[in-house]
């Protein structure tokens, strides 16, 4: 079964970017549904944007026109180009890759947004 290790986060602006990256090890990447999810502190951990295995891209309405999801199979590797970001982005981020009835999760990375 594949893993994930999530990396790219940080302090960043208000208005500034960051390119989070998911790294896969294990496992046929490449078959995998995979998504990002952000939980604020203090909060439920919410979906953000899902890519298919066909590349598909799908945007929960707050990541529309400021967020990219992307994916390389070649690279094992998934991405989410933040844009515009804005305090309440602040949290963590997780990868999650799913098959079937399979799920699994990163350990996520800390975003930032703070001036």
């Known amino acids: 079964q594949v893993q994930l290790v999530e990396s790219g986060g940080g302090l960043v602006q208000p208005g500034g970017s960051l390119r989070l990256s998911c790294a896969a090890s294990?496992?046929?990447?490449?078959?995998?549904?995979l998504a990002w999810y952000h939980q604020a502190p203090g909060k439920q951990r919410k979906w953000v944007a899902s890519v298919g295995t066909d590349g598909s891209p799908y945007y929960e309405d707050h990541a529309k026109g400021r967020f990219t999801i992307s994916r390389d199979n070649a690279e094992n590797t998934m991405y989410l180009q933040m844009n515009s970001l804005r305090p309440e982005d602040t949290g963590d981020y997780y990868c999650q890759a799913t098959r079937d009835k399979y799920a699994t999760w990163g350990p996520g990375t800390q975003v930032t947004v703070s001036s």
């Open positions: 294990g496992g046929d990447f490449s078959i995998y549904g």
